[in-house]
């Protein structure tokens, strides 16, 4: 019996197709879109064409009917020319309508995945806001039953997307003294509801992609817009962070991947002592090690992301493997992606955008908590 680790002729086209487009398409205009912090107005348009939108989700609803592998292996080909715009991709269609199509009804299911596998409607999600970071069931967000209405008040920070957004999740508090029993998801369309507004947050790092400080102020939405059943909250955010942790670590594969590629390539061109710096057995080591940190970190994330498309319900959550191995996957490309920058800094500079996989979808130190917990478990089984 062999251990396939090479992918598929299909995924192979895949990846082939998402970089000719991110290569073409994409990158002669980064430079200046990174100077403005804009996002490409017609990207989310053209993952639409590329099939990248829709790339795990069922047919009947524009997807592509594949998985999470061919996910990250999108998200690190867009990465590997832009991780911000990769985390964007990742943010509208693994955070938000990812997680509203395993909840949604058939019928709100028919209506908006369309449009989301089109690039029609950009989406984002809530969890953080600015008192409730890594403590996230602490939010203070209220949604109120009011007859056949819910009343939102409450605002939430750091939103990928939130500026442009057209389709949001996000979670409120719907019986605060239940903490996280009572907790409950909601979907809306930001553009068009009153009692909305998002501010731009001006970042360092990650441009391109639109960050927002959100506010609800009294805004009204139909109890239909409730996922996963009321007081549920809690089961739709754990379940939907580990495809986030796995897909996104793609965005920090193409990363690592560009910054190995760009050092090999000016390693052997800048010349100093009459030599390329490619001959200093102190570059070397670098070029090797970041080489040996990509390499380590996609076995970590792609395995987690076939254990992933195994599963019949492609569920995570507390007690389960997968949400050791999702947590697993981000840490270590998130922390060997920062290593891997480090070097590449050293070698020629850039790349700091690489900082955010420590941080974002449950920073390092609450990842390494998730995985201690799951070592835990009687049924715990080392090899896998
Ligand atoms: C560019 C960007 C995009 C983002 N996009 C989104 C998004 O789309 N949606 C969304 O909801 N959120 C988003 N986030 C928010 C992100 O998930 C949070 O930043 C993250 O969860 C950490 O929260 P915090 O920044 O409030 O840090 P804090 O929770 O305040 O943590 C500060 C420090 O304390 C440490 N710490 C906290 N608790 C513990 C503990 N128990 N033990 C040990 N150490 C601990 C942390 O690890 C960290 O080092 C985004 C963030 C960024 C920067």
Redesign the pocket.
């Known amino acids: 019996m062999s251990l396939n680790f090479e992918f598929s002729e299909e995924q192979r086209m895949l990846e082939e197709s998402v970089w000719r487009w991110a290569s073409t398409w994409l990158e002669p205009q980064m430079e200046k879109l990174y100077e403005e912090d804009k996002m490409p107005p017609d990207f989310f348009k053209e993952l639409g064409k590329l099939g990248v939108n829709g790339i795990a989700f069922e047919e009947e609803y524009g997807g592509a009917g594949l998985g999470y592998v061919e996910t990250l292996l999108a998200y690190e080909t867009i990465g590997r020319v832009s991780n911000a715009l990769a985390?964007s991709a990742g943010?509208s269609q693994t955070?938000c309508f990812d997680n509203f199509r395993r909840h949604a009804t058939d019928d709100q299911k028919k209506e908006i995945l369309p449009k989301a596998c089109s690039g029609e409607y950009i989406g984002?999600?809530?969890?953080?806001e600015p008192n409730?970071?890594?403590?996230?069931m602490s939010m203070s967000t209220r949604a109120v039953k009011k007859g056949n209405k819910y009343i939102v008040n409450g605002s939430?920070?750091?939103?990928?997307?939130?500026p442009v957004a057209d389709f949001m999740v996000f979670y409120a508090k719907t019986e605060p003294d239940k903490k996280a029993r009572g907790m409950s998801a909601f979907f809306f369309f930001p553009k068009k509801t009153k009692g909305f507004s998002c501010e731009k947050i001006k970042?360092w790092g990650?441009r391109t992609?639109p960050?927002g400080l959100l506010t609800f102020e009294d805004m009204e939405l139909p109890e239909e817009n409730l996922i996963g059943g009321f007081n549920r909250g809690v089961g739709v955010l754990t379940g939907g962070l580990c495809t986030e942790r796995i897909t996104l670590s793609g965005c920090s594969l193409g990363s690592q991947r560009s910054c190995l590629e760009l050092s090999i390539k000016y390693a052997k061109e800048r010349v100093q002592f009459g030599r390329p710096i490619a001959d200093f057995q102190m570059i070397q080591e670098k070029l090797a090690n970041m080489y040996t940190g990509y390499i380590s970190s996609k076995m970590m994330a792609y395995r987690a992301a076939a254990y992933c498309d195994s599963l019949k319900d492609k569920r995570g959550g507390k007690g389960t493997d997968l949400d050791r191995m999702a947590a697993a996957s981000l840490l270590y490309c998130g922390e060997t992606g920062t290593k891997i920058a480090a070097d590449a800094i050293q070698i020629h500079g850039g790349y700091l955008d690489q900082k955010?996989w420590d941080?974002?979808?449950?920073?390092?130190?609450?990842r390494r908590?998730i995985i201690a917990r799951e070592l835990m478990r009687d049924d715990f089984q080392s090899g896998r």
Request: charged share 10%; proline share 0%; hydrophobic share 45%.
């Open positions: 985390m943010a955070l984002c999600l809530g969890i953080t409730a970071g890594s403590d996230a939430k920070t750091f939103i990928t997307n939130g970042k990650m992609s960050t955010l941080i974002g979808a449950g920073t390092s130190e609450i908590m």
